[in-house]
Every structure is written in C-alpha cells, then in structure tokens.
C-alpha cells in the first residue's frame, strides 16, 4: 500500500511540475477575410500556458492598437490557460499587423504577424 501511495504522489508531483512553467501556443487571425479598408476584428489567441501572468499587445506597425479587448483568464483541464485579445481595425494594404506575447516561459518576446 505504501509503494502504490508512493507511486501516486509522484506521479501528482510530475504533473504539477509540467504545468509549472509552459511558453505559450500564439494564434493571430481575423474574425472576417481581409478586406482593405474595411473594419474588421484583430485577434490574438493565446493558450496553453502557465503561470497565468502575461502581456499581450496588439501592434500595427509595431505601435500599440488602442481600445484593445480581454476575455476573462480561463484555465483548461491540465491548469494552462488561455486568453483572447482584440481590437476593431481597418485593414491597411502597407501596415504589418502582429501580437507580441510576454511571458515567464519566454526569454524575449514572442511576436506572431497575421498572415492576409
């Protein structure tokens, strides 16, 4: 019985320290096809990651977009979570839209382009 409470210990101490730190996945998209100057949403879904502390910026030619909208922090089953950015914009054809990510699991900035 004691090994068995052994092996049950260490296997909650194994999952535990997986989730200790975790670098998040970065998704960056629109919520219609792109249309250039026409508004749109710009989001940026980050998930996956642990500790739950971490900045999310919304860029347009690495100039933050203002009147940006969070959803609330959630977690998922294994204790990650994951968080939804966004912001209202107008597609333009020369501008470079991207999310930078900062986070503990990361040594520097994670910055992700939407691809259009």
Known sequence: MASYLTWV??????????????????????RFPVEFGKTNTL????????????DITLLKDNVPIENVKKSDLSFDR?????LLVSAEFVPEQNSVYTCKVEHDSL????????DY
């Open 78 to 82: 294994d204790w990650t979570f994951h």
């Open 43 to 54: 989001n940026c879904y980050v998930e996956h990651f642990h500790p739950p502390k971490i």
């Open 107 to 114: 040594q520097q900035a994670k910055i992700v382009k939407l």
């Open 9 to 30: 210990v260490f296997a909650i101490c194994i999952t535990v320290l997986k989730a200790v730190i975790r670098e998040p996945d970065i998704q960056v998209y629109t």
